[in-house]
């Protein structure tokens, strides 16, 4: 699985938080308009990202996803990790953080992971090293270097198997509130209330990613934390509400009026379907890939958005 970004802080500091509960401190209140969101693509740069983010949950049932964690890359597949990756991610006081690679290798260790390879990268002057959890295979990744941002990923294959957008959504629905925060949109608080330097989710056609950064490390791990338990423990598989707002639903606002399918994916969807070019784009690559996951599109075709039940969309993370 190739890695979507090079992550800086020390994945010693990560690992140590992740093993233990802290206390957290809680993002600002208020709200705030919602965000624009772009089309999926093969390539990063025009691939669905949410300026808010969220869909793609506990797919790791499914597939491996991965972490990228202040530096390390996890692929995960057992909510029992999950559960360990998702807790409270800030300490009030200083940490027994280890001070050199043995003791980070040795507390990797005891959370069940091994060191599967080190190296220097020149390019970026960064020192990688891949661990591996033995029991999940879930992989994480440290690239640890000077640079004072502060940078965490998760990612999780999600192929889909039609075009009803369902990645898509679900990247859309989970940072719609998650069990530890039950706001309507945490991700609109975090982007008013965080010091982050990025706070973005993004739908390619194999694969979600949800990345965050920031230059102060109190706010990062909070922004991890809202973020691993968004993906992990999501309220949308139980909120048909929010399938109805991130989805599709019927909407008629006169009687005069003829019914008509709304939705913030399903509207998303209809202006990228409106612009000659990213036709072009999806149709040539649906033409070169046409029985595998790259024949159908990832972010919802419109025509075939409102297929999708609310049943096929909770099933999807279980």
Not at 102 to 121: C, M, N, P, R, T
Not at 161 to 174: D, Q, Y
Not at 187 to 195: A, D, I, Q, R, W
Request: net charge neutral.
């Amino acid at each position: 699985m190739e890695r979507v970004a090079l992550l800086r802080t020390s994945g010693r500091r990560l690992l140590q938080r992740c093993g233990r509960p802290r206390p957290l401190v809680p993002a600002a209140s208020s709200s705030a308009p919602r965000r624009r969101l772009t089309s999926s693509s093969a390539s990063p740069s025009s691939s669905s990202s949410s300026s808010r983010g969220g869909s793609s949950r506990l797919l790791a049932a499914a597939a491996p996803l991965h972490l990228h964690a202040a530096g390390r890359y996890w692929p995960l597949t057992a909510p029992g990790l999950a559960r360990r990756l998702s807790v409270p991610a800030v300490s009030t006081s200083p940490s027994p953080v280890p001070s050199d690679t043995d003791d980070v290798h040795e507390y990797a260790a005891k959370l069940g992971f091994e060191k599967v390879s080190e190296q220097v990268i020149d390019e970026c002057k960064s020192a990688a090293v891949l661990y591996k959890h033995k029991k999940t295979g879930a992989e994480v990744m440290s690239v640890a270097n000077d640079d004072e941002n502060k940078v965490f990923g998760i990612v999780f294959r999600t192929p889909p198997k039609n075009s009803t957008g369902i990645p898509h959504i679900l990247e859309h629905s989970v940072l719609c509130g998650s069990r530890k925060y039950p706001l309507k949109e945490p991700f609109v608080e975090l982007l008013k209330g965080s010091l982050h330097t990025f706070l973005n989710a993004f739908t390619y056609p194999d694969r979600t990613c949800y990345p965050v950064a920031s230059t102060n490390t109190k706010d990062f791990y909070n922004l991890v934390d809202v973020y691993l338990d968004a993906v992990f423990f999501p309220k949308c598989v139980e909120d048909f509400q929010t399938f109805q707002q991130e989805g599709w639903h019927y909407e008629l606002n006169s009687p005069e009026e003829e019914i008509s399918y709304k939705g913030v994916v399903f509207n998303e969807m209809k202006g990228v379907y409106s612009q000659p070019d990213n036709i072009m784009g999806r149709v040539s690559q649906q033409a070169l890939s046409p029985d595998n996951t790259y024949g159908v599109d990832s972010g919802g075709d419109p025509n075939d958005i409102p297929k999708l039940t609310f049943e096929e969309f909770k099933g999807v993370p279980q």
